[in-house]
């Protein structure tokens, strides 16, 4: 892998590193509690203004509207179009 420098000497490479932040995000039908993966220093809603049609959740469970665990899965795509609400996890109150 070749690392590049700017003249401020900060190194760019291919590589993106992302942090995991956990999520419970809503759908019509569905509600799924996941890690969405956020670039360091920005927030959650940076990552869901991206242009990409889908977003990409790992380690998900996915729960029907009786609160049933519906499957389980590493990775999953979410159709952007479809999210109703994003709530991060350390934002949650009991």
């Known amino acids: 892998m070749v690392t590049q420098y ?3 000497g900060k190194f760019f490479t291919k590589l993106v590193t992302k942090q995991p932040v956990t999520a419970e995000i809503q759908l019509a039908d569905y509600r799924i509690r996941g890690k969405i993966h956020v670039r360091p220093d920005e927030r959650l809603k940076n990552e869901l203004d991206q242009q990409e049609p889908f977003l990409a959740i790992t380690d ?3 729960y029907d509207k009786q609160n049933q665990v519906q ?3 590493r990775f999953m795509a979410v159709n952007r179009q ?3 609400w994003i709530v991060p996890q350390e934002d949650e109150q009991v």
């Open 82 to 84: 479809h999210i109703l």
């Open 6 to 8: 700017d003249e401020k």
């Open 60 to 62: 998900a469970t996915i």
């Open 71 to 73: 499957f389980s899965t």
